[in-house]
């Protein structure tokens, strides 16, 4: 199941920011889980706000909760933009996501999306790399 928490868009996104970072530990079991996970959604929230500032566009950012687990997603127009733009996302937010990996393996992650091609790559912390680029499938309304 997938919750959009929110995306950065203007001056509300600083609002929406503030509301995912309160919300971001109500499902966690565990306190060190909880505070990886809080602290992994705070990395996200200025990861975004630094994709905003640099006037990135047509890059977009957000967080999602997809099965109860926080996911960074950054979607880009063409691989050499993702390619250029993702050792600047790992070094705002790869500690914090691979803290909170390490706390629980299936408890944070980050993936980098080409709309041009429709696919997609998911950061391993294991591996300390991305994974390949794979066709994404599109949900149908």
């Not at 929406?16 to 959604?41: C, H, M, P, W, Y």
């Not at 967080?63 to 996302?89: C, I, Q, T, W």
């Not at 294991?126 to 794979?134: A, E, P, S």
């Amino acid at each position: 199941m997938r919750t959009r928490i929110w995306s950065i868009r203007g001056s509300t996104g600083l609002l929406a920011a503030a509301l995912a970072i309160t919300s971001a530990v109500s499902g966690a079991q565990d306190a060190e889980l909880g505070k990886a996970r809080q602290n992994f959604v705070k990395a996200a929230t200025m990861t975004c706000i630094a994709v905003q500032m640099k006037k990135a566009s047509p890059v977009k950012c957000w967080l999602e909760y997809v099965d109860n687990r926080p996911m960074l997603l950054l979607s880009f127009e063409g691989l050499d933009k993702a390619r250029h733009y993702a050792p600047m996302v790992l070094s705002l937010i790869g500690p914090q996501l691979c803290a909170a990996v390490l706390a629980h393996r299936n408890s944070a992650s980050l993936a980098l999306i080409d709309r041009q091609s429709n696919r997609a790559s998911q950061y391993s912390c294991h591996q300390r790399m991305f994974t390949d680029w794979v066709r994404v499938k599109t949900e149908r309304s």
